[in-house]
């Protein structure tokens, strides 16, 4: 069995970038890697999640319940697990990274529950992931810190740059504040690898460091941990 490296963020927070950075870091010292991208928007299996995210149950996040929500996620994760690159994991020399994964339900869809709820369903979601539907279980999750202010105003940027619409999640301002927090949570309670993916000027205003140092600290500490 290869391993599976999953990074983790709010929108915006370099999730894709650093995974990129971190494919091409191992490629170049003579690894086999496989990148993932989720949801995996045009396929088959992330039908319910485009309908989903697109508003078509209802504007508002909540409009869908978390359970309801996180099995149209996990259904894209088992279609593409099974038809892409389940043969690629068994490899034991192969890295499989993934921007995003069941990992992103645990932080969104958690944040629609009250806290004394949150700990049944993340139980309830790895379950269903893991055991039910058989998906691989990371062997390391990098959670890419970054305020929900930071991440609306980059989304938001990236959006205008893009020309693409906002979906629900990224226009509910304070799904931003909640998603944070149940970040944090998360990344407590599973014992993710946390890297604080911003820093303070000298008038206390928050930025993003730089995509070089963040990387530089990522492939520091999974280093550190054996991972790579």
């Excluded at 690629?88 to 932080?107: C, G, H, K, M, S």
């Excluded at 619409?165 to 990344?187: N, V, W």
Aim: glycine fraction near 6%; proline fraction near 4%; include cysteine.
């Amino acid at each position: 069995m290869g391993k599976f490296i999953v990074i983790e963020g709010l929108d915006g927070s370099g999730k894709h970038t650093q995974m990129l950075n971190l494919d091409k870091y191992l490629r170049e010292r003579g690894d086999k890697t496989v990148c993932l991208e989720f949801p995996c928007y045009g396929t088959p299996g992330c039908a319910m999640a485009e309908r989903y995210l697109s508003g078509e149950f209802g504007q508002d996040p909540n409009a869908v319940n978390p359970y309801a929500a996180s099995l149209f996620f996990a259904i894209d994760r088992f279609y593409s697990y099974r038809t892409a690159w389940r043969d690629r994991l068994d490899d034991e020399d192969t890295f499989v990274l993934a921007d995003r994964y069941t990992t992103a339900n645990a932080i969104h869809q958690s944040s629609k529950l009250p806290d004394k709820e949150k700990d049944a369903y993340l139980d309830w979601l790895f379950d269903t992931e893991y055991s039910k539907l058989g998906l691989p279980c990371p062997d390391a999750v990098v959670y890419l810190e970054l305020t929900p202010s930071l991440s609306e105003a980059l989304v938001e940027k990236r959006s205008v740059i893009q020309g693409r619409a906002l979906d629900i999640h990224e226009k509910d301002a304070s799904f931003y504040t909640k998603s944070y927090q149940a970040a944090l949570y998360c990344a407590d309670k599973y014992g993710w690898l946390t890297l604080r993916c911003y820093d303070k000027d000298s008038r206390g205003n928050d930025f993003m460091k730089s995509r070089d140092e963040i990387f530089s600290e990522m492939r520091d500490i999974l280093t550190c941990r054996g991972i790579i």
